[in-house]
Each structure stands twice: as C-alpha cells, then as structure tokens.
Nanobody
Framework: QVQLVESGGGLVQPGGSLRLSCATS????????MRWYRQAPGKERELVAS????????NYDASVKGRFTISRDNAKNMLYLQMNSLKPEDTGVYYC?????????WGQGTQVTVST
C-alpha cells in the first residue's frame, strides 16, 4: 500500500530556511507526478508545488515562487521541498501527495511554524 512519510518541519524565524522530506513506498515512485500541499489553520489545503516524473518540469504557487524548490530523487524514492526566506504566512501543515489510479494518497503531514 502507498505510504508517504513527511519530515523536516519545525519552528523557524522569518527569513529562515527548512528542508522538508517525504519518504515514499508501496508504489513505483518514478512513474508519478508528486506534489506538496499545505494547510494553514482555519484554511483549506492548497497546492504549493508539483514536479513531473523525471523532475524536468516544476510548478509553484505564486506565493512561494522564487523561495521554494521542489525536487526528487527517483533512486531513493524521496521527494523534497527546500523552503527559503520563510514568512509567517508559510505556517501550516505540509503534506506530500500522489495521485495514483484516481486515488490521492497523503502523508500524515509535518508542521512548519514561522514565527519570532
């Protein structure tokens, strides 16, 4: 079965950086587009970034473009999100996600808090 396990979240000051990781198993990772979402308190989950199977095309929400970088390692079945110049509005739970056979799978999420 599909398993997605996020890690790397934490408390960081504005302007700081974090690198999120998502360890995957239970499916052929290199065959699928992968996505990072986030959900702020009281708000709907939103798409932050996506990356194609070979990593050749990456797309970002306008709010993170130029600050976040999505990447993947198909040999290790790992997805990453490098987050720089963090802002308080980046606070939320971050999830990695895969759409496979019309079913979206999610990890448990990792909390990112940007605050002084």
């Amino acid at each position: 079965q599909v398993q997605l396990v996020e890690s790397g979240g934490g408390l960081v000051q504005p302007g700081g950086s974090l690198r999120l990781s998502c360890a995957t198993s239970g499916f052929t990772f290199r065959y699928y587009v992968m996505r990072w979402y986030r959900q702020a308190p009281g708000k709907e989950r939103e798409l932050v970034a996506s990356i194609t199977k070979d990593g050749g095309v990456r797309n970002y929400d306008a709010s993170v473009k130029g600050r976040f970088t999505i990447s993947r390692d198909n040999a290790k079945n790992m997805l990453y999100l490098q987050m720089n110049s963090l802002k308080p509005e980046d606070t939320g739970v971050y999830y990695c996600s895969v759409l496979r056979d019309s079913v979206t799978s999610w990890g448990q999420g990792t909390q990112v808090t940007v605050s002084t």
